[in-house]
């Protein structure tokens, strides 16, 4: 899907900043620390002192790293790669993490803390290098501190798309005050039921939350991509499911809900790179990788809906005889 406005686009919080909106929305955002309301957990410590919420995450935020990317799907990496800023620590314990150093070592992550505008320097820093966007891995529980280093550096001239790439488990209360900001959603949308996202990633309620939360990111962006002739990205949604081994990831039943609850058209990557990591050896269903039958179940049922935005594996789908 191309769209011509993408030789004129102007990310939305460039306006935001220029009418004071910007800096409203991050007094709101960092009011919900206080008791902390950020992601559905609603956890209420003050993160402005205490670490014991369920993100071990105080007010600084945790940057483990940061870079170009080019493993992003293509409308996010391009040729000049995706600026990605990997987060530390997360509202969520998978037991197949693949980056379990990162999310599930609290005490280790605060030695990555740094300081707001320290946040809004990598961002200018990505811009330099000529990324096609600047992209938040595992931003749910720094939402307040990113908006407002967003802020600084828009004062410098930060003037490049914000993607959100998130687990999925999400507030819809937060991402409404996100609406305008984030120029492209990038959430995961890991399970199908209930039952196998406690018992995998110890969350209750997952499907129903990211659910809302996919809806919300739909309405701010999904609806009406913008995809320049050179295929990037400037505003839109990828819904991105990685494929578990034994349906446990429910792929079939989340295909079908994305078509018929958002839309055929929307941008979904289907992921089949699982291999087992972190605790998954502990759990027999999760100690091996994909079948080429579980494979292409998954792709049938893409090819079933029509979805002709999607991405398997980085692979658009027409080129899977769609």
Known sequence: MKNNNADKFTPGYVELHRKGELSRRADELERLLTGCTVCPHRCEVNRFDEYSGRCYSGFKPIVYSYSPHHGEEDPLSGWRGSGTIFFGSCNLRCVFCQNYTISQRPREARDREISIPSLASIMLSLQEQGCHNINFVSPTHFVPQIVRAVELAVQDGLHLPLVYNSNGYDS?????????????????????????????????????????ALREMYRQVGKD????????????????????????????????????????????SVMSQYHPANKAFEYDELSRGLSQKEYHVVVDEVRRHKMTNALVQGEPVEYLNF
Do not use: C, F
């Open 172 to 212: 819809v209360e937060t991402l409404r005050l996100l609406d305008g900001i984030v120029d492209i959603y990038l959430p995961d949308l890991k399970y199908g039921d209930n039952e196998q996202a406690y018992k995998y990633s110890k969350i209750k309620d997952y499907v129903t939350h990211s659910r809302n």
């Open 225 to 268: 991509p913008v995809v320049g002739d050179d295929g990037i990205m400037h505003r839109g949604m990828i819904i991105r499911h990685l494929m578990l081994p034994n349906d446990i990831s429910g792929s079939r039943e989340t295909v079908r809900w994305i078509a018929e609850n958002l839309s055929p058209d929307v941008y979904i």
